[in-house]
DNA sequence: ACAGCTCATGTTATCGATACCATCAACAAA
DNA sequence: TTTGTTGATGGTATCGATAACATGAGCTGT
């Protein structure tokens, strides 16, 4: 007898001593609550009172260990703090729930380098797919994927690399399809604002998508109408603040991130500036304040929900081997046009 | 042997593996590993090699089984679409990840049976502590953690009957404090809207905070003043809407929580009323939102990223066996005064 | 020079469940 | 009656790491 440690308090129940009160083996337990059609109805019964004299928890630890399967899908964000993910982890949760796996969530600072290291923790603790938002990746990431043959679906962005599975939108084609739409209206000089572009493929794409449809449309690149500042409220104003100085002519701006433009329609009602009178004002995400505000701003919706609840989808698909392919489901972004611009 | 299914393709890496490559047994590269004080300068870096040459992923599934200790917190909240937890969850993932453990959230729908089966999903992952935002519980998640014994923080509320560590505010007396400074500024029909009551200890606390107000102030406890609103940015301009139609009197709302409050601005723009003139109005909660409209919003401030980072640690201390006992951390809130009352 | 120590490393049993195979009863087919 | 088949249950090795103890080399002091 090797006497382990064991806090006395606490009787640890294990699957044996639910079997030792149905009077069977520790397979039949685990199978009787498993795969309760492979038991007889008799011992099903005998099983589950057992189960809740004893007060039995499943060790999912051990369960994970022995078949080495696990229930735990690894997210990685580049922040928590940002709002706009929450209808995305709400999908996702929702999924995995349901299916009786769990979520694990981690922050890589907005940078490759803790993606990385987060992605590590993640196949430590053997999670049996990855979630990523990020769609870039340093090599060391994507070899330690490539090598464990993990599940990984990335949301972020459509890519032309994928690492597996993706489902997103196109970033690129969203800020395009925005842009064209102010130059149709008849804008002309149209101010870009972007969150900080470092380590940040969607920033990068969204701006791509931006220049893209200036070209197309003849205006000119003038790079004093692209602005990349940090995400928040404040920074709606010091964009007007600052855009509107350089270019007198400026008609329009597109907020291509976070709420951004609802700091901008404040600013502007402040100066006594007309929307879209005097500057047009457009939005990326639909949050839904943008409809409330005077005027309610035109928007990207992305369908952030249904990002989570398909990419979750895919993994548990993987995951139970109904489905082996690398897929990627575009989804569609929709413009809603409000008074704003 | 007993030829156990192995996906033959990837081969999992274990630390016999690197044991055999840096020529040691198994034991020494696991302490060369956790502690590598305690191996000699040429083992540490021998093993160190091996482990990159061959690719060794620690298993920590297996580690926690074997050891019986795990590192992974589990975080259950009402919902994960509601913005106000992210500032909470990013304080507790950076102490977590900083710690070297994990987060695994979920969320109980705003139910306490919802509550009690996250719970349970979670002791059955064995958890090594469990953050939750409720402070209410069914009988059968209390027993089921008491009988566990795994560290708990409640961080929604303060609460007469802590299961164990408790880290937030008084909701009572942020309502009641709030209340109070409206009836000192003179407001005498003061409204107040609620977020729905059912299983939620925090609303019912603050409806009971702003009754106490209003009874120490000698005001009439008007039901008609009450309202119970589902949250989003609508319910404010719903709320101004159905309790001035009602009560022509009304000089004063106070939203108990979340963005209604923007709302309600929104709203008195719309209708030409003036902010405080006609009607003043007080939010809970400082979203960075409500210091930027007009005018901008008198709040209550919660500390939400340190009430994250406070309970982390707590629960930290006392798996580390660096703490023991039950503790209360009450974090004062914060009444910020704006132009809004 | 030898008991007594310390420090580095190895051996073995164990955590708690599950995969795989063995077994055995009941029953159908020949 | 015998063989084959199906279905229910049990036995044993195993997943990959760690705790606890064992070992043995090098060192100290008297």
Redesign the interface.
Known sequence: MNGRQV?S??A?VCIQDVARHAGVSAMTVSRALRQPEKVSENLRRRVAEAVDRV?Y??????A??SS?R?N?VGLILP?????LF??T??GI?DVL?GA?H??????SGYGLAGEEA?I???????VCGLLLHNTWHTDAARR?IE???VPVAEIGDLTPEPIDITVSYSNFEAARTMTLLLARRGYRHIGFVTLPLKDNARSVERQRGYLSAVAECGLAADPTLILELPS???SG?KAIDRLSEVNPGLDAIFFAGD?LA??AI?EC??RGWAVPGRIAIASFDDV??LS???PPVTTVRIPRYDIGRLSAEAILDRVSGRALKPVTFDLAFQIIERGSA
Chains 1, 2 share one sequence.
Do not use: E, K, Y
């Not at 928890?57 to 051990?62: H, S, V």
């Not at 922040?79 to 709002?83: I, P, T, V």
């Not at 769990?102 to 922050?107: K, P």
């Open positions: 806090s308090s606490r640890r007060g928890l499943p060790n999912r630890i051990a994970s260990l080495s696990s735990v922040s928590l703090r940002n709002s929450a209808d982890i709400q949760s729930h009786g769990h979520l694990m969530i981690a922050d987060a590590r923790a993640f196949l430590q603790q053997r330690l090598r464990v043959g928040g409220i404040g104003a709420v609802v700091g404040l009602r402040r839904d304040l409330f505000t005077d």
